[in-house]
């Protein structure tokens, strides 16, 4: 008898659960009891209080697979290997901060520093590695995966290093903070994997969730409960429409949850459905970039935020959510692309507008890196319109420079309300005298993120609009250059703070500038990211070919992303050959 | 029609009514524990259509994690809080009601519109009743792996989240310097530092007027 | 149920162990012989069971309310009812009659609607659990899949109506019983879910039928409660403190809250709440009896001892026999750990809430998991004894 699923369309990934199928077969005596029970589980699982269970689960991950006659080499589960490692540092994290709070501040910040390392010491060897789907399809590691992967967990990284202090400092407890920060990583870099609306789903909500919590994390400050009770509601509703988007879709493939499958129904069903399916997916990708009109959350959330957690959910979480849309949109709505690509022009057309036009009035600094980060995700979305190679890599690598220029900011920011307490623009007035190096640090990744020319982010930029300019996407580079200029005026006139005014002149705060010291605990890691990051700043921008090279290699080295620039060249073939003259070499004439 | 094909009929229409009555109810009510208690229904109602469609492994876990966790959780923190408190009027209250339910009529009308015209693959795959159970547990050590082993990560976070945002015993000071903390932000709206201690600052002149 | 049993011809094997009393087959082929169709007899063989199940039930809860009242007055030395009937045993009908006739009071500043309808939800998913409690390889109401999960979710709703009742009473104590009440539900679940699935997980299948099978062959040999010790106790704690019997019976702790949820509580809606109460005793006592102890199975296996006799267990008498002996052992192992409950109520103090839910979270969940890994460690070691 014939347990397993017939109706499923058979994609590339199906067959080989077909083949598992068979093996599960020949194996059902013996396994057939645990089936039951092991439907009961997820049931159980799901009851709030039962996590406690599942812990026991965590360590077992691959023992069940086994019983079901799928060996891990099946599963291909190293292509998780990454993963894995956090998901250790995490769980010891957990356990070294039973030990008690001291314990804990000694030993979690190396534990990090090790998982992350290895995760990262193991993305780098999957990189061009041979491709296959792992996990039966529900995960995929091809090089856009690997790099996005890489921001991501270079992006926690960064914002460990630059955290302790901030959370020491607030009296926080630094075990959970590490792991729930390193549970939203998980989430995020499961995402940039995740081929599958399940994975998709669970692995969106891992993220979300730890960002809720991560945001709430200072629970004796009103601002913070705020901000996490904010985005918990408005990402809930995000995930609502997510879901009906996803059973939209799934009921679309008549059931199966792959994206292959997804992609395959949809390429044969030009209904309302499919249009409906889109805008609610497209909706929870969009909260999640924060594109304009889906921003709201933004400002409040990162102003009520600690700082450390406000720079990972501008790179981590935003890096995850374009991975996201490059799975969900280029991968599944191929052939709806006109359509997407025209939501996609008006979101980053607003984003770019509202993002840079509101941050030039506000008066503190994260609020106005919350509406800037609006506007970079806007010139991000140019390289998502364009949909050709250069457009992606232009995506990749100015995700790349923005993990690198805004974490660096974000370095100066939370170490200048380390010594002052506040993050008012106006305090910043003649800091120059007080700390060049945060004025240095700072006034570099602004500039960089203004895209002002040796910096790192002006090639990312230029490339971005380069690759917009090539693709006819006139309107939004046009838009991206004016809001580009705009941004420079607020970028610039912080730095004019800090380093134009007499002393005299110097805020209050800077005039009562603690001496500098750097021998707490904390500080050290701090000022080595800080450093760090403001080192590729500046001298990436010169020194930015392996970047290029990087960039291109996860464009060319996607196989879902090359088949879409293939099928819509294809496409704009055909429709030069409909054509008999093409309209362009009349006006140029 | 046959017997069976008729109390299927019935207990569809009556299961929907309640589902639906049931929603509007926990949407519209202006008590806040009716609406708690009318959601267990809607819960209730939700599990019984899945036995309608045979699956009762999934209708089991319905009533268990929804209505017995769930809502009574909900139930709980409304109980908990039931303050009752006098709210500052919201200006042009009827003029907002109007607009969301004009929102929803139209969000309703859209999914109407879909349903009608797509063609639905029906009948779908046909039901198998009891084996659900065994699927459903084939499906989650398969390929549903991955997220089965995933979302055991966001229960534990969530969990211990939930633990580090709700016990009550917090640091008292710094435990590198020792300075007093107190779990808030660092980025404090503070009075100037170089202020004239003499002179009261501008809040401690509120508080003392 | 045995005169149907004695009319009946022998019923139709199935592919189960031992085929038993089949009732229902037996009762649809004589309606059928009266020329009704299969499936009007079918729809009026279903309430039947549904019926004889309520009634078994409420004489349940009378034989129970006696019992309590003998063995407390035992316990205390004393002689307790003595002259309605022989022995008293009409005392709780008088009880039950008196609870009928009272006036039905609903406070003046009480939500009447919920007022009504709290003690309802709470009867009603216990009685609806007595769907799956197996007295007999057929002798059950609805053999489903999900048997004994169905049972933990319909558990899982009662604290709705606890909390409905002690909410809308609008009575402090009254809101105090039912958010105890719902606490201790909602926490002692879960290491009773947990036991249960080391249950599960041995005998393969959620069906409760299945469960009691998979434990025949050796007789008292194979019953599960020397396979799951720890999960007996742990399951006979939780569902100690599922019924809210002493020493657990906090939501109603007279010296704390008066009666906790049931303070403004008169007449037949009281009665609801005394009537679920101890049809929920019953029913998890039968419920440890399917479990741990064997089902329907005597102690000595029926084959074996009807082939020592040289009677075919296929005999129609047999059959007759061992299904009267099935739902006597069922109802006798049921009956002795309502014994063990009455008799822990009167021999030990209650314990405090926080005691309580300690209990729950710090000792008998950990204990619970452990119990699970070890129950499929030793399943994957030894698959022949702890079910394969």
């Given at each position: 008898?014939?347990?397993?699923?017939?109706?499923?369309?058979?994609?590339?990934?199906?067959?080989?659960?077909?083949?598992?199928?068979?093996?599960?077969?020949?194996?059902?005596?013996?396994?057939?009891?645990?089936m039951?029970?092991?439907?009961?589980?997820?049931?159980?699982?799901?009851?709030?209080?039962?996590?406690?269970?599942?812990?026991?689960?965590?360590?077992?991950?691959?023992?069940?697979?086994?019983?079901?006659g799928?060996?891990?080499?099946?599963?291909?589960?190293?292509a998780?290997?990454?993963?894995?490692?956090?998901?250790?540092?995490?769980?010891?994290?957990?356990?070294?901060d039973?030990?008690?709070?001291?314990?804990a501040?000694?030993?979690?910040?190396?534990i990090?520093?090790?998982g992350?390392?290895?995760?990262?010491?193991?993305?780098?060897?999957?990189?061009?590695?041979?491709?296959?789907?792992?996990?039966?399809?529900?995960?995929?590691?091809?090089?856009?995966?690997?790099?996005?992967?890489a921001?991501?967990?270079?992006?926690t990284?960064?914002?460990?290093?630059?955290?302790?202090?901030?959370?020491?400092?607030?009296?926080?407890?630094?075990?959970?903070?590490a792991?729930?920060?390193?549970?939203a990583?998980?989430?995020?870099?499961?995402?940039c994997?995740?081929?599958?609306?399940?994975s998709?789903f669970?692995?969106?909500?891992t993220?979300?969730?730890?960002?809720?919590?991560?945001?709430?994390?200072?629970?004796?400050?009103?601002?913070?409960?705020?901000a996490?009770?904010?985005?918990?509601?408005?990402?809930?509703?995000?995930?609502?429409?997510?879901?009906?988007?996803?059973?939209?879709?799934?009921?679309?493939?008549?059931?199966s949850t792959?994206?292959?499958?997804?992609?395959?129904?949809?390429?044969?069903s030009?209904?309302?459905?499919?249009?409906?399916?889109?805008v609610?997916?497209?909706?929870?990708?969009?909260?999640k970039i924060?594109?304009?009109?889906?921003?709201?959350?933004?400002?409040?959330?990162?102003?009520?935020?600690?700082?450390?957690?406000?720079?990972?959910?501008?790179?981590?979480?935003?890096?995850?959510?374009?991975?996201?849309?490059?799975?969900?949109?280029?991968?599944?709505?191929?052939?709806?692309?006109?359509?997407?690509?025209?939501?996609?022009?008006?979101?980053?057309?607003?984003?770019?507008?509202?993002?840079?036009?509101?941050?030039?009035?506000?008066?503190?600094?994260?609020?106005?890196?919350?509406?800037?980060?609006?506007?970079?995700?806007?010139?991000?979305?140019?390289?998502?319109?364009?949909?050709?190679?250069?457009?992606?890599?232009?995506?990749?690598?100015?995700?790349?420079?923005?993990?690198?220029?805004?974490?660096?900011?974000?370095?100066?920011?939370i170490?200048?309300?380390?010594?002052?307490?506040?993050?008012?623009?106006?305090?910043?007035?003649?800091?120059?005298?007080?700390?060049?190096?945060?004025?240095?640090?700072?006034?570099?990744?602004?500039?960089?993120?203004?895209g002002?020319?040796?910096?790192?982010?002006f090639?990312?930029?230029?490339?971005?609009?380069?690759?917009?300019?090539?693709d006819?996407?006139?309107?939004?580079?046009?838009?991206?250059?004016?809001?580009s200029?705009?941004?420079?005026?607020?970028?610039?006139?912080?730095?004019?703070?800090?380093?134009?005014?007499?002393?005299?002149?110097?805020?209050?705060v800077?005039?009562?500038?603690?001496?500098?010291?750097?021998?707490?605990?904390?500080?050290?890691?701090?000022?080595?990211?800080?450093?760090?990051?403001?080192?590729?700043?500046?001298?990436?921008?010169?020194?930015?070919?392996p970047?290029?090279?990087?960039?291109?290699?996860?464009?060319?080295?996607?196989?879902?992303?090359?088949?879409s620039?293939?099928?819509?060249?294809?496409?704009?073939?055909?429709?030069?050959?409909?054509?008999?003259?093409?309209?362009?070499?009349?006006?140029?004439? | 029609?046959?017997?069976?094909s008729?109390?299927?009929?019935?207990?569809?229409?009556?299961?929907?009514?309640?589902?639906?009555?049931?929603?509007?109810?926990?949407?519209l009510?202006?008590?806040?524990?009716?609406?708690?208690?009318?959601?267990?229904?809607?819960?209730?109602?939700?599990?019984?259509?899945?036995?309608?469609?045979?699956?009762?492994?999934?209708?089991?876990?319905?009533?268990?994690?929804?209505?017995?966790?769930?809502?009574?959780?909900?139930?709980?923190?409304?109980?908990l809080?039931?303050?009752?408190?006098?709210?500052?009027?919201?200006?042009?209250?009827?003029?907002?009601?109007?607009?969301?339910?004009?929102?929803?009529?139209?969000?309703?009308?859209?999914?109407?519109?879909?349903?009608?015209?797509?063609?639905?693959?029906?009948?779908?795959?046909?039901?198998?009743?009891?084996?659900?159970?065994?699927?459903?547990?084939?499906?989650?050590?398969?390929?549903?792996?991955?997220?089965?082993?995933?979302?055991?990560?966001?229960?534990?976070?969530?969990?211990?989240?939930a633990?580090?945002?709700?016990?009550?015993?917090?640091?008292?000071?710094?435990?590198?310097t020792?300075?007093?903390?107190?779990?808030?932000?660092?980025?404090?709206?503070?009075?100037?530092?170089?202020?004239?201690?003499?002179?009261?600052?501008?809040?401690?002149?509120?508080?003392?007027? | 149920?045995?005169?149907?049993?004695?009319?009946?011809?022998?019923?139709?094997?199935?592919?189960?162990?031992?085929?038993?009393?089949?009732?229902?087959?037996?009762?649809?082929t004589?309606?059928?012989?009266?020329?009704?169709?299969?499936?009007?007899?079918?729809?009026?063989?279903?309430?039947?069971?549904?019926?004889?199940?309520?009634?078994?039930?409420?004489?349940?809860?009378?034989?129970?309310?006696w019992?309590?009242?003998?063995?407390?007055?035992?316990?205390?030395?004393?002689?307790?009812?003595?002259?309605?009937?022989?022995?008293?045993?009409?005392q709780?009908?008088?009880?039950?009659?008196?609870?009928?006739?009272?006036?039905?009071?609903?406070?003046?500043?009480?939500?009447?609607?919920?007022?009504?309808?709290?003690?309802?939800l709470?009867?009603?998913?216990?009685?609806?659990?007595?769907l799956?409690?197996?007295?007999?390889?057929?002798?059950?109401?609805?053999?489903?899949?999900?048997?004994?999960?169905?049972?933990?979710?319909?558990?899982?709703?009662?604290?709705?109506?606890?909390?409905?009742?002690?909410?809308?009473?609008?009575?402090?104590?009254?809101?105090?019983?039912?958010?105890?009440a719902?606490?201790?539900?909602?926490?002692?679940?879960?290491?009773?879910?947990?036991?249960?699935?080391?249950?599960?997980?041995m005998?393969?299948?959620?069906?409760?039928?299945?469960?009691?099978?998979?434990?025949?062959?050796?007789?008292?040999?194979?019953?599960?409660i020397?396979?799951?010790?720890?999960?007996?106790?742990?399951?006979?704690?939780c569902?100690?403190?599922?019924?809210?019997?002493?020493?657990?019976?906090?939501?109603?702790?007279?010296?704390?809250?008066?009666?906790?949820?049931?303070?403004?509580?008169?007449?037949?809606?009281?009665?609801?709440?005394?009537?679920?109460?101890?049809?929920?005793?019953?029913?998890s006592?039968?419920?440890?009896?399917?479990?741990?102890?064997?089902?329907?199975?005597?102690?000595?296996?029926?084959?074996?001892?009807?082939?020592?006799?040289?009677q075919?267990?296929?005999?129609?008498?047999?059959?007759v026999?061992?299904?009267?002996?099935?739902?006597?052992?069922?109802?006798?192992?049921?009956?002795?750990?309502?014994?063990?409950?009455?008799?822990?109520?009167?021999?030990?103090?209650?314990?405090r809430i926080?005691?309580?839910?300690?209990?729950?979270?710090?000792?008998?969940?950990?204990?619970?998991?452990?119990?699970?890994?070890?129950?499929?460690?030793?399943?994957?070691?030894?698959?022949?004894?702890?079910?394969?």
């Amino acid at each position: 008898m014939n347990r397993f699923p017939l109706y499923r369309i058979g994609g590339p990934s199906r067959l080989r659960t077909r083949a598992a199928a068979a093996t599960v077969r020949s194996t059902r005596r013996s396994f057939e009891a645990d089936m039951d029970l092991f439907g009961v589980l997820p049931a159980l699982t799901e009851l709030p209080h039962l996590a406690a269970a599942s812990l026991a689960s965590v360590p077992l991950a691959t023992a069940p697979a086994i019983g079901l006659g799928i060996t891990a080499a099946q599963l291909n589960s190293g292509a998780i290997a990454p993963e894995a490692a956090i998901l250790i540092a995490l769980l010891v994290c957990l356990l070294v901060d039973l030990a008690g709070e001291e314990a804990a501040v000694r030993w979690v910040p190396p534990i990090c520093y090790a998982g992350l390392g290895t995760a990262l010491v193991l993305l780098a060897r999957q990189w061009n590695a041979p491709l296959e789907p792992s996990f039966l399809g529900s995960f995929l590691a091809d090089d856009l995966a690997v790099a996005f992967r890489a921001v991501v967990a270079a992006s926690t990284l960064l914002s460990l290093m630059i955290s302790w202090r901030y959370v020491e400092r607030s009296g926080s407890p630094v075990g959970e903070y590490a792991a729930i920060l390193l549970a939203a990583t998980l989430g995020a870099m499961f995402l940039c994997g995740s081929t599958d609306l399940v994975s998709i789903f669970v692995s969106l909500e891992t993220l979300s969730v730890s960002s809720y919590l991560l945001s709430g994390y200072m629970k004796r400050d009103a601002r913070s409960g705020e901000a996490a009770l904010k985005y918990l509601l408005v990402g809930s509703a995000a995930a609502a429409v997510f879901l009906y988007g996803a059973s939209l879709l799934y009921g679309l493939t008549g059931g199966s949850t792959g994206l292959d499958a997804v992609g395959v129904a949809l390429q044969t069903s030009a209904t309302p459905v499919t249009a409906l399916a889109l805008v609610f997916v497209l909706a929870t990708v969009a909260f999640k970039i924060a594109a304009v009109p889906f921003h709201q959350w933004t400002p409040d959330v990162y102003e009520g935020s600690p700082t450390p957690v406000v720079a990972f959910l501008s790179v981590g979480s935003k890096a995850a959510g374009f991975a996201l849309a490059l799975r969900l949109l280029v991968g599944c709505f191929d052939s709806f692309d006109t359509q997407w690509k025209l939501l996609f022009t008006v979101l980053a057309v607003l984003s770019m507008t509202l993002g840079n036009v509101v941050a030039l009035a506000q008066t503190t600094m994260k609020r106005m890196l919350a509406y800037s980060s609006i506007g970079q995700a806007g010139f991000v979305m140019i390289g998502l319109v364009c949909g050709t190679e250069d457009g992606y890599a232009a995506m990749v690598l100015y995700m790349a420079a923005y993990l690198f220029m805004n974490l660096g900011a974000f370095a100066c920011i939370i170490l200048f309300s380390l010594r002052t307490g506040s993050d008012r623009i106006s305090d910043y007035a003649g800091l120059y005298q007080k700390d060049p190096l945060i004025t240095l640090g700072l006034s570099l990744c602004l500039l960089s993120l203004g895209g002002i020319p040796p910096m790192l982010g002006f090639f990312g930029k230029i490339y971005l609009f380069f690759a917009g300019w090539a693709d006819h996407q006139y309107l939004l580079v046009v838009v991206g250059l004016i809001t580009s200029v705009v941004s420079i005026y607020y970028y610039i006139s912080v730095i004019k703070m800090m380093v134009v005014k007499e002393p005299q002149e110097a805020s209050d705060v800077v005039k009562a500038y603690p001496p500098i010291t750097w021998n707490l605990a904390g500080m050290g890691t701090l000022r080595t990211a800080l450093v760090a990051c403001v080192l590729v700043t500046a001298v990436g921008g010169v020194l930015s070919n392996p970047l290029f090279t990087w960039a291109n290699g996860a464009v060319t080295g996607t196989p879902m992303l090359q088949q879409s620039i293939a099928s819509s060249a294809a496409r704009e073939a055909t429709a030069i050959a409909a054509a008999p003259v093409p309209p362009t070499p009349a006006i140029l004439g | 029609m046959t017997i069976a094909s008729l109390t299927q009929l019935i207990c569809f229409a009556a299961l929907s009514i309640t589902l639906v009555v049931g929603s509007l109810g926990v949407v519209l009510l202006p008590n806040i524990v009716y609406s708690a208690f009318l959601l267990c229904g809607v819960f209730l109602s939700v599990a019984g259509l899945y036995l309608l469609l045979n699956a009762s492994f999934v209708a089991a876990a319905q009533v268990l994690v929804y209505v017995g966790a769930v809502n009574v959780l909900i139930l709980f923190a409304i109980m908990l809080v039931n303050k009752k408190e006098d709210l500052a009027e919201i200006p042009r209250l009827a003029l907002r009601r109007l607009l969301s339910g004009g929102v929803c009529l139209g969000l309703f009308l859209l999914l109407l519109r879909v349903d009608l015209t797509t063609p639905w693959a029906v009948p779908g795959p046909v039901g198998i009743g009891e084996g659900a159970t065994i699927r459903i547990g084939e499906h989650l050590f398969s390929d549903y792996l991955l997220p089965f082993e995933l979302a055991s990560v966001l229960l534990l976070m969530s969990m211990i989240g939930a633990i580090v945002l709700a016990r009550r015993d917090v640091f008292g000071s710094d435990l590198i310097t020792g300075e007093d903390v107190d779990q808030g932000l660092i980025e404090k709206v503070r009075p100037p530092l170089l202020l004239d201690p003499t002179t009261p600052s501008p809040s401690a002149l509120q508080e003392t007027i | 149920m045995t005169t149907a049993a004695t009319l009946s011809p022998p019923p139709v094997l199935e592919a189960a162990v031992t085929p038993g009393l089949d009732l229902q087959s037996g009762f649809t082929t004589i309606l059928e012989g009266f020329g009704l169709s299969p499936a009007a007899a079918h729809l009026i063989w279903l309430p039947l069971p549904m019926l004889l199940v309520l009634v078994a039930a409420v004489v349940g809860v009378l034989v129970n309310v006696w019992l309590e009242r003998k063995i407390s007055a035992a316990v205390q030395q004393r002689i307790g009812p003595e002259y309605a009937g022989a022995l008293g045993v009409l005392q709780p009908l008088a009880d039950g009659l008196k609870l009928l006739f009272k006036e039905d009071v609903i406070p003046k500043r009480a939500d009447g609607l919920l007022f009504t309808l709290g003690p309802v939800l709470v009867l009603i998913p216990v009685i609806l659990s007595w769907l799956v409690v197996p007295f007999g390889q057929n002798l059950v109401i609805s053999d489903v899949g999900v048997g004994i999960f169905l049972w933990i979710a319909l558990s899982s709703i009662q604290p709705i109506g606890l909390l409905m009742s002690g909410y809308s009473s609008n009575n402090k104590y009254s809101l105090l019983g039912g958010l105890r009440a719902a606490a201790q539900s909602i926490s002692y679940e879960i290491p009773l879910a947990l036991a249960v699935l080391a249950v599960v997980m041995m005998s393969n299948s959620l069906s409760t039928v299945d469960i009691v099978n998979q434990q025949s062959g050796a007789g008292i040999l194979s019953w599960n409660i020397w396979r799951q010790p720890v999960g007996f106790v742990i399951f006979w704690i939780c569902a100690l403190a599922e019924c809210e019997r002493l020493p657990f019976d906090l939501p109603e702790a007279e010296e704390e809250l008066v009666a906790g949820y049931q303070t403004e509580y008169a007449g037949m809606k009281f009665a609801l709440f005394y009537l679920g109460s101890y049809i929920n005793l019953v029913l998890s006592a039968l419920l440890v009896a399917v479990l741990y102890l064997g089902g329907w199975g005597f102690p000595v296996p029926v084959e074996w001892l009807a082939g020592t006799l040289g009677q075919s267990v296929e005999a129609p008498l047999v059959q007759v026999i061992t299904g009267s002996v099935g739902i006597v052992m069922t109802v006798l192992k049921a009956y002795l750990l309502v014994f063990t409950a009455i008799l822990l109520r009167w021999t030990l103090p209650r314990v405090r809430i926080d005691q309580l839910l300690d209990l729950g979270w710090k000792f008998l969940l950990p204990i619970a998991l452990v119990n699970l890994l070890a129950t499929a460690g030793l399943k994957l070691a030894f698959p022949g004894f702890f079910g394969g």
